[in-house]
């Protein structure tokens, strides 16, 4: 019920591609998703979040879809660059809940 | 501003000594998190901290970790005595407030337990 599934683990996209990564939880009592960016060496850092009030959020070349009847979101970046290679992790939190639910990640690599 | 300022950022040590390693929050914030990341389980919540104290440590694995937060700038995560499946990346992170905050992550260390 707590876990957040995240797929893919992994994905290669030639520069100017559009990655999807997605996210499913079982939850309803989320109400809460962000997604967090984190570089080898370094360590997560929040990239942009969504509540289920709306379908979509966009900041900059980073979009956040969001399925409530689905159960599920996902993130979408466009024209990716080679500095876009990292790792996203998606998470799910209940509404005021300091915790937060993790996915597994997935490593995005942008290929010049 | 300083980030979330963790050491040592490496550590490499025998089974059975015992590590400690420290966090310095963003000035500020009054929420602390430690986490631990392997490949295996991905990110793990291990303690969380609110005004300096314990609120909640379920995912502390066992009596051989243990957290203090003496004072609103400096906490610690201890592991006494390691060993070698503690290998992972331990993370430090703060946030202002609960009620869904971004969490600020340190750059972690990187442990290593031969």
């Known amino acids: 019920q707590q876990q957040v599934k995240q797929s893919p683990q992994s994905l290669i996209v030639q520069k100017g591609g559009i990655p999807i990564i997605n996210c499913a939880y079982e939850?309803?009592?989320?109400?809460?998703f962000p997604w967090y960016q984190q570089f080898p060496g370094k360590g997560p850092a929040l990239l942009i979040a969504?509540?289920?009030?709306?379908s979509e959020k966009k900041e900059g070349r980073f979009t956040i879809s969001f399925n409530k009847s689905a159960k599920q979101f996902s993130l979408h970046i466009m024209d990716s660059q080679p500095g876009d290679s990292a790792t996203y992790f998606c998470a799910a939190a209940g509404a005021g809940s300091y915790q937060l639910t993790f996915g597994k990640g997935t490593k995005l690599s942008v290929i010049p | 501003d300083a980030g979330v300022i963790q050491s040592p950022r490496h550590e490499v040590t025998e089974m059975g000594q015992e590590v400690t390693l420290r966090c310095k929050p963003i000035s500020g914030h009054n929420s602390l998190f430690w986490y631990r990341q392997t490949m295996m389980r991905g990110l793990e919540l291990l303690i969380y901290?609110?005004?300096?104290?314990?609120?909640?440590d379920s995912g502390m694995p066992e009596d051989r970790f243990s957290a203090k937060m003496p004072n609103a700038s400096f906490s610690t995560l201890k592991i006494q005595p390691s060993e070698p499946r503690d290998s992972a990346v331990y993370f430090c992170?703060?946030?202002?407030?609960?009620?869904?905050?971004?969490?600020?992550f340190g750059d972690g260390t990187r442990l290593s337990i031969l």
């Open positions: 901290f609110n005004n300096n104290v314990p609120i909640d």
């Open positions: 969504i509540r289920p009030d709306v």
């Open positions: 992170a703060s946030s202002l407030a609960t009620g869904n905050q971004p969490q600020h």
């Open positions: 939850n309803t009592a989320f109400d809460y």
